[in-house]
């Protein structure tokens, strides 16, 4: 049975972009509800471990510098079939392929600069949403 949690980070060049209130609009427009939320920074060793799954790839290192290089907002999600529907709602990867009206086909700029992260699993959901909030910090 698919899980009512997600967890999502508006990343850098978004926040930097200033689109954090139009980004957590359609978040909320779509159905989600707030459950916990944090402004802050990861620092390098942070962003590795976040993303310790992609270690090795092409791409690990400048996004591991890029999560790092500025201040992110990240959230848990609440809504039926959170995870898939939020990637719905955020669009493919590459924002080249990301249908028309999903954050990253509006915000992102580049593959690496993609506006936001999107659990990929509810079990990966929980462990992202561990990484960053204390049962004290969830609503
Ligand atoms: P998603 O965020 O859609 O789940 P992945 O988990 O595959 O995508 O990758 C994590 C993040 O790494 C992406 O959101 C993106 O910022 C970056 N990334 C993935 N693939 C590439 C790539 N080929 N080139 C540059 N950056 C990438
Ligand atoms: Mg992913």
Redesign the pocket.
């Known amino acids: 049975m698919a899980g009512k949690l997600t967890f999502t980070m508006i990343k850098p060049r978004a926040v930097k972009d200033n689109h954090i209130g139009e980004i957590l609009k359609m978040i909320n427009e779509a159905g989600f509800v707030i459950k916990a939320m944090k402004f802050t920074k990861l620092s390098v060793d942070q962003a590795s471990a976040f ?1 310790v799954v ?1 270690q090795g790839k092409p ?1 690990y290192e ?2 591991v510098e890029f999560m790092s290089s500025g201040p992110i907002v990240a959230a848990l999600l609440e809504k039926e079939n959170a995870v898939e529907d939020f990637r719905q709602l955020i669009g493919a ?1 590459n924002p080249e392929n990301a249908a028309e009206g999903t954050v990253r086909k509006l915000y992102a700029t580049s ?2 600069e ?1 506006a936001v ?2 659990s ?1 699993s509810d079990e990966n959901a929980m462990i992202e949403a561990d990484f960053f909030f204390s049962k004290t910090e969830r609503f």
């Open positions: 993303y992609h791409f400048k996004l990867t593959m690496t993609n992260h999107g990929d």
